[in-house]
């Protein structure tokens, strides 16, 4: 079941999950489209912000070494995490930690993040990418968390 229009107020916290209560992808969308265009573009600013729609990776707007903002989804009505299956290098796993790959309308293409299996780069880089990838509807989505900015290989 999908959010659609339950008529409750939406709501939105830059340092926490931001909530999707309107009809369509509403805000959802527009951070997601934000996120995209940061990790395609690797855009800067000068205005430090935290948060989801923060206009740049990493901690500061002059450093260019980060490429991903990994995000979480959760679902509508039980407010459960989004988790898909992937493999890396012949090991299946679970993971609910995604980096956005392309956004129409409604329609979030994500790659699937697996916890890095290189514990000694794990705190630097803490995922890995995978060849999964899902399509996940935004109407779908009650919330999404964004995670700290990180460096992923091979994208």
């Known amino acids: 079941m999908c959010c659609g229009n339950n008529n409750q107020p939406s709501s939105a916290s830059t340092n926490g999950p931001t909530t999707n209560t309107e009809n369509g992808c509403g805000c959802l969308g527009d951070i997601l489209e934000v996120i995209l265009k940061l990790q395609c573009r690797g ?11 923060k206009p740049f990776l990493g ?46 309308g409604c329609c979030c293409t994500c ?13 630097l880089t803490p995922y890995v990418a995978t060849d999964s990838f899902v399509t996940i509807n935004l109407d779908c989505v009650g919330a999404l968390k964004c995670l700290p900015d990180t460096y992923i290989a091979c994208i």
Do not use: H, M
């Open 43 to 53: 855009q800067k600013c000068d205005n430090v912000q935290e948060g989801c729609d």
């Open 59 to 104: 901690p500061y707007p002059n450093v260019i070494c980060y490429n991903t903002r990994p995000v979480t989804f959760y679902r509508c009505g039980d407010g459960g995490q989004w988790i898909f299956p992937y493999t890396l290098n012949g090991v299946d796993g679970v993971s609910g930690v995604f980096r956005v790959e392309n956004l129409d």
């Open 111 to 123: 790659r699937v993040l697996a916890p890095n299996p290189d514990t000694t780069a794990a705190e």
